[in-house]
């Protein structure tokens, strides 16, 4: 998908209603940041926030997705490692 000026401003403005009406922090380089937008767009009560995600759908490309469906499935590991676990970056990291 291409990003041009008319896609980030429409992020930029999505970007900051979402900030103010549900405290969520999304960030432009995120790789799910559209997907992010457009989940957060459909859970907000606020006309014009729903319309700017409505626009952004239009002009990304992707389908707006049910508020049912998960943002990210986090896959776990099925077997226990041996070692220590750390988290890095939101993501577990076995050393």
Known sequence: ME???EVLDCMKALRRRLREELEV???LSQPNAIG??????LK??????????????ELSDQPQRPTSTPIAAVELPSAN????VR????????A
């Not at 992010?36 to 767009?41: I, Q, Y």
């Not at 907000?44 to 759908?57: H, V, Y």
């Not at 490692?81 to 220590?84: D, I, K, L, N, T």
Request: aromatic share 6%; no cysteine.
């Open 3 to 5: 990003l041009n000026k």
């Open 25 to 27: 922090d999304i960030r």
């Open 81 to 84: 490692p041996s070692g220590a």
């Open 87 to 94: 988290i890095y970056r939101g993501q577990r990291v076995y």
């Open 44 to 57: 907000s009560i606020d006309e014009e926030t729903r319309r700017l995600g409505q626009r952004l759908a």
């Open 36 to 41: 992010a937008m457009l989940d957060g767009s």
